[in-house]
């Protein structure tokens, strides 16, 4: 299973981005799919995730201006974030927690390449 991020970019403080990841492979479903994120000098984070039926949650700092989306044919997950602010500035990282394949195996805990958000103010 591989995950393939894109859609990070330079955007000034109050813009927008979307990000998107798609995981490829002989996948039959995937449980949770979110995104996370790394500051420099600071931990990674959870910024949201949503589960295939499409419940989500999100990072406290971002409900309101940020929303997660998926679409389960294309084992892709979005991340709209609106209103960015300076704060926001991180590589983001999609995930795929647990992803059942076709074959009947669970492959677990997938990672995407990280995509670098830059906001300035």
């Known amino acids: 299973v591989q995950l393939q991020a894109s859609g990070g970019g330079l955007v000034q403080a109050g813009g927008s981005l979307r990000l998107s990841c798609a995981a490829s492979?002989?996948?039959?479903?995937?449980?949770?799919m979110g995104w996370y994120r790394q500051a420099p000098g600071k931990q990674r984070e959870l910024v949201a995730r949503?589960?295939?039926?499409?419940?989500?949650n999100y990072a406290d700092s971002v409900k309101g201006r940020f929303t997660i989306s998926r679409d389960n044919a294309k084992n892709t997950v979005y991340l709209q974030m609106n209103s960015l602010k300076p704060e926001d500035t991180a590589v983001y990282y999609c995930?795929?927690?647990?992803?059942?394949?076709?074959?009947?195996?669970?492959?677990?805990?997938?990672w995407g390449q990280g995509t670098q958000v830059t906001v300035s103010s």
């Open positions: 949503v589960t295939s039926g499409g419940r989500a």
């Open positions: 995930n795929a927690d647990s992803v059942q394949m076709y074959d009947s195996r669970w492959v677990y805990d997938r």
């Open positions: 492979g002989s996948i039959f479903s995937i449980n949770y």
